[in-house]
């Protein structure tokens, strides 16, 4: 599904009609390159190798709600250049656990860098192995009625994010 939105020109939809667990141990989902929202309730994707889901430079307008990442190697979530990106009411937990197979020993439920006007909102972090969200350069980053608990670290970590808000967390 994401290798169909990724050769399509704009904004895609993947709705999973059904609810269970997606096991990617062998190789992780492709990258994320074309916007796309994710609509995954009653879905977990676990295992990872690498992250659960990675988005890049054109994926700009992105989203995810309802999905569940557990047990990825790395994050749960990794984003590099996405403007506007949106998760909502998702589940990160576990992640950074497995080790990495670069040999890192670190991992957050949601990592992202060099992206502006992310929105994260009514998301649960449980026991990441480093930090609950970490973000650098990412100006203007809201966080609103997310819940923490039992992060390495920090539940939410921002480097360079000016403009950002935390409430109600």
Same mark, same amino acid.
């Given at each position: ?39 995954? =309730? ?27 990442? =557990? ?25 950074? =656990? ?28 449980? =026991? ?42």
């Amino acid at each position: 599904a994401i290798n169909a939105a990724n050769s399509t020109g704009g904004a895609d939809q993947i709705i999973f009609s059904v609810a269970g667990t997606i096991d990617v141990t062998s190789s992780s989902l492709p990258l994320i390159t074309d916007p796309v929202d994710i609509l995954g =309730t009653g879905i977990s994707i676990a295992n990872s190798p690498i992250h659960g889901l990675d988005f890049v430079s054109g994926s700009a307008g992105s989203s995810v709600t309802g999905l569940a990442i =557990t047990l990825s190697s790395i994050h749960g979530i990794n984003g590099n250049g996405v403007d506007n990106l949106s998760l909502t009411n998702c589940d990160f937990s576990f992640n950074g =656990t497995l080790g990495s197979p670069i040999g890192n020993s670190f991992g957050n439920g949601v990592s992202i860098i060099n992206s502006s006007d992310v929105t994260i909102s009514g998301c649960n972090f449980n =026991t990441n192995r480093e930090n609950g969200t970490y973000m650098e350069n990412c100006p203007s980053a809201t966080f609103m009625n997310n819940v923490v608990n039992s992060s390495g670290f920090h539940g939410f970590i921002i480097i360079a994010g000016g403009n950002s808000s935390i409430t109600n967390n």
